[in-house]
């Protein structure tokens, strides 16, 4: 099964040095269906009417046509499991993708929490695959930017923390005996020489991303305490607030604190997601209740939506 939280969606050719994403114009729609059936179904892997699915994306921005290739190419994927009742059909999270995801949105939650102490040590992964193997060279690559490495050069890549058994295990499962783990202090080698370990990663453009999220989102604070958002635009707001937010988890690899600029905006951003993400919940909740009951024969009481909070407690399918 297809990883729901793809990772060339924010670094899209992993053979080029990438350092920050490069969005599509306007929403990607595979993206927001994910999002959109993790926020509401994750805990009970409900049933979503495939035309309440499609009602809800266009509510998102995404194209009547696009929508239905979205869910289309999710299933297709393994992400999502359909079925299908005279004419209609209806689609749910493959129990698969529902681990995957309720993994994936404790490790998007906890990789805003503080920083670990550093030993100043770093671990440093090189690795030799022959380039007629590109598949292979693209998913290690992936996994590493999953686990908070980046390349300082095209085959060596470096990261503040150790490298832990299970880490070590999924990047053996992809290039056994293919890879060389170093732990090493930097030494200085002259200014004319030197790269610092830190030029892995644009430090300047993550902080400026955060900042742009949160000059995105913070106005609707005010807004959500008067009360005065609306169920479609809640559901709207919650599910590209998250589909935003995730990204910093790969973006962002939680350097040692003495590494960071001065106010550094990672607590600002989480608080502002939180804020949003939270503040919606149930306003969206009964949204997309009301429109998966109008396009279905019942009523849709397994919709539920949770909080940052469940995410870190890890929100399960039962």
């Known amino acids: 099964m297809a990883d729901p939280f793809d990772i ?30 993790a926020d509401y179904t994750l805990r009970t892997r409900a ?14 921005g995404v194209s009547e046509a696009g929508a239905r290739t979205a869910i289309s190419r999710l299933a297709r994927r393994g992400v999502l499991q359909g079925r299908r009742e005279g004419r209609h059909s209806s689609y749910r999270l493959t129990t698969a993708a529902a681990g995957q995801l309720s993994a994936g949105g404790q490790w998007i ?30 998913e ?3 996994r590493l930017r999953w686990l908070g490495y980046a390349p300082l050069y095209d085959a060596l890549w470096i990261s503040p923390y ?8 999924r990047l053996a499962e992809v290039a056994p005996q293919a890879i060389t783990v170093f732990r090493a202090r930097h030494a200085e080698f002259g200014p004319a020489t030197r790269r610092d370990p830190l030029q892995a990663w644009d ?18 604070l005010r807004h959500i305490a008067a009360g005065r958002v609306g169920g479609a635009e809640a559901v709207r707001a919650r599910t590209e607030v998250m589909d935003t937010y995730r990204r910093f988890a790969v973006l962002d690899p939680r350097l040692p604190v003495r590494l960071l600029p001065p106010d550094w905006p990672r607590p600002a951003a989480r608080d502002v997601f939180a804020a949003v993400y939270d503040g919606l919940a149930r306003t969206a909740e009964e949204h997309v209740r009301t429109v998966a009951t ?20 890890g929100v399960g399918a039962s």
Do not use: C, K
């Open 140 to 142: 290690l690559r992936n």
């Open 203 to 220: 430090i300047a453009a993550i902080a400026a991303l955060y900042e742009q999220f949160i000059r995105r989102w913070r106005p609707l």
């Open 47 to 60: 049933w979503l009417p495939s035309a309440a699915i499609v009602a809800l994306l266009i509510e998102s």
């Open 162 to 169: 150790a490298l832990t058994d299970p880490v070590s295990a």
């Open 109 to 138: 939650v906890s990789s805003a929490a503080g920083a670990e102490p550093w030993d100043e040590w770093w671990t440093l992964i090189a690795f030799s695959l022959p380039q007629q193997e590109r598949a292979r060279r693209r």
């Open 8 to 37: 060339e969606e924010i670094f899209p050719d992993d053979d080029a040095p990438v350092r920050l994403p490069r969005r599509q114009s306007g929403p990607a729609p595979q993206g927001l269906a994910v999002t959109l059936m």
């Open 294 to 313: 109008r396009h279905g024969d019942g009523s849709m009481a397994a919709v539920s939506a949770h909080t940052v909070a469940e995410i870190l407690a």
